[in-house]
């Protein structure tokens, strides 16, 4: 590798398209500059250059970033002027001649003059204390919106003193809205506007840009040739700061840091000096980045949570590592090197050894993925995603989690293979053959290994376990390299022409290679016999057209012949493998040995998966536990446990007795698994052909998460290419898919513990809009919601619509729901943002609805009480009136009951006494009959005692007269 010392203090690629990469350095290693060097030892060592290449490449490992563009396609017309995000998560994006458009995370919805806007010219946006939207144009004043209606206010209400065009709108600590114009300063306390009673002692009345810090001062900066510095109002007195290097150009921006320090930037329209300043001992002083900012416009500036200073300029500029230990020192540059997006900037405190402050500068254009290069105003939200006002819409970047490589970075062809040599250079495979990273694009290896030649272009690549890269060629022998040398091996039979894969390395370092050519299938390189070759077998011994190998715990060489079968070679004999020791006839795809010493065999054929145990394979599928589709991929995790990545089943999970089964149910975004990695925190990673899934282990490998992320989440791959997965030295994660290299830095990917922020936004009746105002008392500000909602019987078919806001994945936003009064649990999880209610009978319910994030943080609850009423006939007036209808039935059917019951006895009474009267006469007649027939009775018993006596008497005499006879 060559490079040209160009300046004493500066290196570059000499390679054309490469001249971005440039390093400035006066110290290296011992912190000799290169300029002190003599010429002999200017000659940078291949050791050194690496260094200083891995450095460079380190820092540009950003091509394309996770930028989300919204423009005319989503509604967004011409350039975005202002960006802010409200209290319940909306965004508010102003526009030029566009309106105001409203963005949820998923849809817009707009603001223009038909809306009750004053103007489609958007100048400002801010939202005051109370949750009011304030909107600054451009002539026509300013506008509030409380979620209702606009109210407009302009010169004509005597809100402004001169201009009605809005140039700034900011809101204090203290709730006051502070507005500027083209001709003053106003402010509004929530009643009424006033002009600043100090706006005299301003040094212009014409203040661009106002910023209150976190002391609470506020900063005024001017509009163009007004001034030539900037003012402080700390609540009593105006401060003026003269700004030497300013000129007459406005000052467009302030920001303050994490440090406490504030910066502020300026429009640069004259092009001269820098245009980024920052107070150091009560004094702005300029900043530049090696003359880069002399001729930039900054248009906005803000600092992030995370303590990164944010230009909108040509293009985005991001800032990290702003420390100054002991900012009463001068400091002086030390260190510059630029290459790609990336420049790092080294600041040593004048007498020390040691560098103090490193700072890692970001350039983002078209070029790194940025979709447009004017950047007018950013903006952070409440997630931490940044937002850019262009002069073609509005875009998204939330950070650097992913970065891909495609064909504007060399990589024309899927990439099939990517590993990292010992220099930190990113190596990677594809059917064009292999390219290295360079720093900015991948390239040809011949390009810059010189030793390589034109005629040795290597299209194998093999990693061995000390890191070392093993190249195979077409009918060139097989070249190693170490990081540093490059060694080429040629046969030791030169009339022997053959073609060398590397492949596999066993326990003692011997490196075997795959063979093409004749009488030769696989070849093994001993390093620690010298370097030799030995090949196996030789002519005539076995068919030479290995497909794969692997060498056991045992030292066994096991191989693959196509359409032949597997051999295994002992060191003394071959055996081969068929159908008669329980192996499928299908193509063997790949060997894995586990740490129990298992052999298992895959096939390309949806034949699950094989073991070898006693000289014989055991057929692993859907009758004991696994799959019967084709094992694609295999990996163990830090427990050891074997993971099988399968070819529509999901990823299986084998711990030496059980297989346990992960799929879309579990949460995969795919069955399909191509590849498997582990990162360094011992979690898996499964690449399908809808994006990778983060497999979360705890300490003993249980699974505890499966999180999938595809498009929505930065990975525009989506699909990925068999066993294309690699972990590099820094954790980074490399995934070759079907048209882009993609690198995930686990550490760019923030865990989002902020909750999506929840809002109902309508409920409708049967399916339509409905004039609430007929059942409720009021209507809500925003939500346009009825409060007290009170619907008749017959209105009870609700639906309701809700929207948990947020914008880092607003794709992965789940919800839970439940009817209080109906329900007693939350729903199942959902991705529905509607639920509706039918035929729900009488009485009080509570609706409610809570979100959570792609991190599984979900947001508090919100709740919407509203009562069915029960039908006239099922009131308590209704019940009261039956009960009093009752007893008024009761006591009337008493009444009547009672005066007819007197009528009877009045009746009866009377026929008592009729009767009464009847019986005495009767009495009479009968006691007269009796007394007859008493008397009667008496006549016939003197009678009959007559006739009893006179028959006695007869009986008596005929005894006598009988008794005689007998005598």
């Not at 001068?330 to 790609?340: E, Y």
């Not at 009767?915 to 009479?924: A, P, S, Y």
């Amino acid at each position: 590798m060559c490079v040209n010392i160009q300046k004493e203090n500066q290196i570059s690629f000499p390679e054309k398209g490469h001249t971005e990469c440039v390093f400035f350095v006066t110290f290296i290693e011992k912190q000799t500059p290169l300029y002190l060097m003599k010429d002999s030892q200017k000659k940078i060592s291949g050791k050194w250059f690496l260094v200083v290449f891995l450095l460079a490449a380190s820092c540009v490992f950003s091509q394309q970033h996770n930028f989300t563009k919204y423009s005319v396609k989503e509604g967004i017309q011409s350039q975005v002027s202002c960006i802010t995000q409200d209290s319940r998560g909306y965004m508010w994006i102003g526009t030029n001649n566009g309106g105001v458009a409203l963005f949820d995370g998923k849809t817009f919805s707009y603001f223009t003059k038909e809306n009750g806007l004053s103007n489609n010219n958007i100048s400002a946006i801010c939202e005051d204390k109370q949750g009011n939207i304030w909107i600054g144009t451009v002539n026509s004043g300013l506008d509030k919106y409380d979620g209702k209606k606009f109210i407009h206010y302009s010169m004509k209400d005597s809100a402004f003193t001169e201009s009605s065009s809005i140039r700034n709108l900011f809101c204090d600590k203290k709730g006051n809205l502070w507005i500027s114009t083209e001709d003053a300063v106003n402010i509004y306390d929530g009643k009424k506007f006033r002009w600043f009673e100090k706006t005299k002692s301003l040094s212009h009345r014409k203040a661009f840009k106002i910023f209150e810090d976190s002391k609470g001062n506020i900063w005024f900066g001017f509009k163009k040739g007004k001034s030539d510095g900037v003012d402080k109002y700390d609540g009593k007195t105006i401060t003026h700061y003269k700004i030497k290097d300013l000129g007459s150009d406005m000052v467009s921006s302030f920001a303050e840091d994490k440090n406490g320090v504030l910066w502020l930037g300026r429009s640069n329209y004259n092009r001269s000096g820098s245009s980024l300043f920052f107070m150091e001992e009560d004094n702005f002083v300029p900043f530049n980045i090696g003359g880069l900012l002399d001729t930039l416009n900054i248009y906005d500036l803000i600092a992030d949570r995370k303590g990164n200073l944010w230009m909108g300029t040509q293009g985005a500029f991001k800032a990290t590592g702003f420390i100054r230990k002991n900012p009463s020192q001068r400091t002086k540059l030390n260190m510059f090197i630029k290459s790609g997006p990336k420049i790092i900037l080294g600041k040593r405190i004048e007498g020390s050894e040691n560098m103090d402050t490193v700072f890692m500068w970001e350039h983002f254009t078209k070029k790194y993925g940025l979709p447009d290069e004017v950047i007018k105003c950013v903006y952070e939200d409440r997630e931490g995603n940044m937002w850019f006002g262009s002069n073609d819409g509005v875009i998204k970047y939330s950070n650097d989690a992913f970065v891909h490589y495609g064909q504007k970075e060399g990589l024309s062809e899927p990439v099939f293979q990517i590993c990292q040599d010992k220099a930190g250079i990113m190596w990677t495979n594809n059917t064009s053959g292999l390219f290295v990273f360079n720093g900015d694009n991948f390239i040809a290896p011949d390009k810059i290994f010189k030793e390589l030649g034109n005629k040795n272009i290597p299209s194998n690549l093999f990693q061995s376990k000390s890191g070392d890269l093993w190249l195979g060629s077409e009918k060139n022998g097989i070249i190693s390299y170490n990081g540093e040398v490059m060694k080429y091996y040629t046969p030791a039979e030169p009339s022997r022409k053959y073609s060398a894969f590397p492949y596999y390395e066993d326990k003692s370092g011997n490196i075997w290679s795959r063979v093409y050519g004749k009488g030769v299938a696989v070849m093994k390189f001993s390093p620690s016999d010298g370097g030799k070759f030995s090949f196996y077998p030789d002519s005539g011994s076995v068919p030479f057209n290995v497909s794969t190998m692997i060498v056991d715990k045992q030292n066994s060489l096991w191989f693959c012949v196509a359409n032949v079968g597997l051999f295994r070679y002992d060191g003394k004999k071959y055996t081969v493998f068929t159908e008669k020791n329980g192996l499928d006839d299908a193509g063997i795809r790949n060997f894995y040995e586990d740490k129990w010493g298992n052999l298992w065999v895959t096939t390309w054929a949806d034949k699950g998966l094989f073991k070898y145990s006693e000289n014989k394979f055991l057929a692993f599928n859907s009758s004991n536990g696994f799959s019967d589709e084709a094992v694609v991929c295999i990996l163990e995790d830090k427990c050891g446990n074997s993971w099988f990545g399968t070819d529509g089943d999901g990823v299986f999970k084998f711990d030496g007795k059980t297989f346990t089964r992960y799929s879309t149910k579990e949460g995969l975004n795919n069955n399909t698994i191509m590849s498997l990695v582990n990162d360094d925190k011992g979690n898996l990673w499964a690449g399908t052909n809808k994006g990778i899934n983060k497999i979360t282990l705890d300490k003993n490998c249980a699974v505890l998460q499966i999180r999938p992320l595809g498009y929505n989440e930065g990975f525009t791959g989506i699909e990925c290419n068999t066993n294309a997965a690699f972990k590099d030295n820094e954790g980074c994660l490399w995934f070759g898919t079907s048209t882009v290299l993609t690198k995930y830095s686990p550490k760019e990917d923030l865990t989002n513990s902020i909750p999506p922020q929840i809002n109902l936004t309508g409920i409708s009746l049967f399916y339509e809009k409905t004039a609430w105002e007929n059942f409720s008392d009021s209507i809500s500000s925003w939500s346009l919601l009825p409060a007290d909602l009170s619907l008749p019987h017959n209105k009870n078919h609700l639906t309701f619509n809700f929207i948990g806001i947020s914008h880092r994945s607003p794709q992965n936003v789940h919800y839970c729901f439940k009817m209080e009064g109906m329900d007693t649990a939350w729903s199942k999880e959902t991705e529905k943002t509607e639920i509706t209610f039918s035929n729900l009978s009488p009485g009080k319910y509570t609706f409610k609805v809570k979100a959570r994030n792609e991190n599984n943080y979900w947001s508090a609850p919100i709740a919407f009480s509203f009562e069915i009423q029960y039908p006239w006939y099922r009131t308590w007036g209704a019940y009261a009136g039956y009960v009093i209808g009752f007893f008024s039935i009761l006591f009337g059917f008493n009444g009547v009951r009672t005066k007819q019951l007197k009528i009877r006895q009045q009746e009866l009474e009377k026929t008592v006494k009729e009767r009464t009267t009847e019986l005495e006469e009767q009495k009479l007649v009968v006691e007269e009959k009796n007394k007859e027939v008493l008397d009667s009775i008496r006549y016939a018993s003197r009678i009959q005692r007559a006739l009893i006596t006179s028959e006695k008497y007869i009986h008596k005499t005929l005894n006598k007269i009988n008794n005689q006879s007998k005598k």
